[in-house]
C-alpha cells in the first residue's frame, strides 16, 4: 500500500501573490487617503507631496517634500506632528478589510 501526496502549495501560493498584488494599489490609495486626513496644511504643499508607489512588489507610501521628516519627528524647536504614523494607523481596520475582500475569505 502507498501513500501518494499531491501538494497544492504552488497554487495557492500563485492565488495569493495575484490577489495580493490586486489588493496593494487599493491599499496604497487607502493609506494616502489616510494619513492626508493628518497632514497639517498650511500651504497644502505637505498634503500634496503623499504618494504610494510598488517597488519590487513590495508597497511603499512616503512624502517627498524636503520638510516632511521635520514635522513628522519634531525638532528641537518644534514638537513632532506624526501624521503619517497616525494615517497608517487609523488605515490598519482598512487594510484588513481589503485583504479579506481581495482574498476571498
Request: avoid cysteine.
Amino acid at each position: 500500500m502507498s501513500v501518494v501526496y499531491h501538494s497544492r502549495k504552488s497554487n495557492f501560493y500563485r492565488f495569493l501573490y495575484r490577489n495580493l498584488g490586486l489588493a496593494k494599489p487599493k491599499i496604497g490609495e487607502q493609506v494616502v487617503d489616510n494619513i492626508d486626513k493628518e497632514t497639517p496644511v498650511d500651504t497644502g504643499d505637505l498634503l500634496q507631496a503623499t504618494e504610494w508607489f510598488l517597488k519590487g512588489g513590495d508597497l511603499y507610501v512616503q512624502n517627498t517634500i524636503d520638510y516632511a521628516p521635520y514635522v513628522e519627528l519634531g525638532t528641537y524647536k518644534k514638537r513632532a506632528n506624526p501624521f503619517m504614523k497616525r494615517g497608517i494607523n487609523n488605515s490598519m481596520s482598512q487594510i484588513a478589510n481589503i485583504l479579506i475582500k481581495e482574498l476571498g475569505v
